[in-house]
């Protein structure tokens, strides 16, 4: 296995959990990445590591003392607000428990943390994957947007939600779930904004009532990345004559559509420091599978992209990384390791996107307020 040339398309949590595994094992792995420099896009905001998923990748890739020294146990706080504003559930994690559950690390310095671990120059920066040519025995022809190729033996496609790999194994594209978050956020929130800070707590807080809400999440640095939700079509700024770089206009146009909630809530609106930015959600068809392909195999988003409401994407993308790796350290052929990678890999998969798909349409329904408290003090 050391002296096959395995390329890895993406420099995302998957991809980077992989190749570290790999190289712990002397097995080499290029990461290739479309973004021109690892500081070129900002990598989103706050994930909480799961112990059986997102832990047990990093334990696997030696990592969990770099983790534990950046994360936020206090950021496992789950609060639920009415529409009105008054907290209807507050789950704090116990003190003596905070270092275990879900501790929560912001996307960013989760990335660092696995890029810094790898060997110089194992992520090739600005190599856009445009075409991909098969030369037969599973080998493939990489063309990148620069010029540039290469070949492999095996292909892993770690590229997210508009993977350029996936369609050597399927005809799936992502489709809209009919939710739209508008993101934003407040800066320096405890001092620049200490109510909306107040009322976020230290962790999550949620606000859904009847296929609209607000999901206000703790980073780091003092800042909070707010989502504004809404079950809407995805051309709704098209429809309303809305141009999205007008920040007023858009201001104006959240708050009408959130009329009647409460003036509290509508803050999260109003007193941006960010802008808006429009996220339409996007998931994967359920469920969503491929015939074994020789030399190609996927991971995280590129293979499963599901909605966020699952808490489990990075998770699962960590955990891609990590068994691929385990079973390409283990087999005696690449196609062997696919093969059983994918073994384990699509059924887990199928799963947990039938569990966001429900997730996403409890918490944008007519009866999400009620939906959401029955989960929460179910779970929490």
């Keep these: 296995m050391p002296t096959h040339r395995i390329a890895i398309i993406g420099a ?30 900002n990598q989103g905001g706050t994930l909480d590591m799961h112990p059986d998923s997102g832990q047990h990748a ?19 706080q789950m609060r639920l607000v009415s529409r009105d504003g008054h907290i209807l559930v507050d789950a704090i994690p116990p003190e003596a428990d905070a270092a275990e559950g879900n501790p929560e690390i912001d996307r960013g310095q989760l990335r660092d943390i696995l ?29 990148f947007a620069d010029g540039t190729s290469t070949d492999a ?28 978050f ?3 956020g407040l800066n320096d929130a405890d001092i620049r904004h200490p109510r909306l800070a107040a009322l976020t707590g230290n ?32 051309d709704w700024h098209q429809q309303a004559g809305l141009d999205l770089t007008d920040t007023a206009a858009v201001r104006d146009a959240l708050l009408e559509k959130f009329t009647g909630w409460s003036p509290e809530l509508l803050g999260f609106i109003t007193a941006t420091d960010t802008g808006y ?18 030399g190609v195999t996927l991971l995280g988003d590129a293979a499963h992209l599901m909605s966020p409401f699952s808490g489990m994407g990075a998770n699962l993308a960590m955990l891609d990384g990590a ?44 009866d999400s307020a009620t939906q959401t408290l029955a989960h929460m003090t179910q779970h929490h």
């Design 153 to 180: 033996d095996l292909v892993i496609g770690a590229d997210g939600a508009w993977s350029q790999v996936r369609p050597l194994l399927s005809d799936a594209t992502p489709l809209y779930t009919g939710v739209t």
């Design 58 to 76: 990093l334990c696997a890739a030696g990592l969990w003392d770099d983790f534990l020294a950046q994360a936020r146990p206090e950021g496992q």
């Design 203 to 234: 962790g999550t807080m949620m606000a859904l009532d009847d296929n609209q809400g607000f999901v206000a999440q703790r980073n780091s640095g003092g800042h909070i990345r707010v989502y504004v939700g809404m079950r809407t079509a995805q």
């Design 277 to 294: 930015t429009n996220r339409p959600l996007f998931a994967l068809p359920v469920p969503h599978t491929w015939t074994h392909t020789p």
């Design 323 to 366: 068994d691929l790796a385990h079973a390409l350290i283990e087999s005696p052929t690449i196609n062997d390791a696919i093969r059983a990678y994918e073994t384990v890999l699509l059924p887990r998969s199928i799963q947990a996107a039938e569990g966001a798909a429900e997730g996403i349409n409890s918490a944008f329904s007519p």
């Design 12 to 41: 995302g949590p998957g991809g980077l959990t992989c190749a570290r595994i790999l190289q712990q094992h002397g097995i080499t792995a290029a990461v290739y990445d479309l973004a021109v420099s690892r500081t070129a896009r």
């Design 115 to 143: 890029l810094d671990s790898l060997k110089p120059d194992t992520v090739h920066w600005g190599h856009k994957l445009t075409r991909t040519e098969a030369l037969g025995n599973g080998t493939h022809r990489l063309h």
């Design 182 to 184: 508008v993101e934003t």
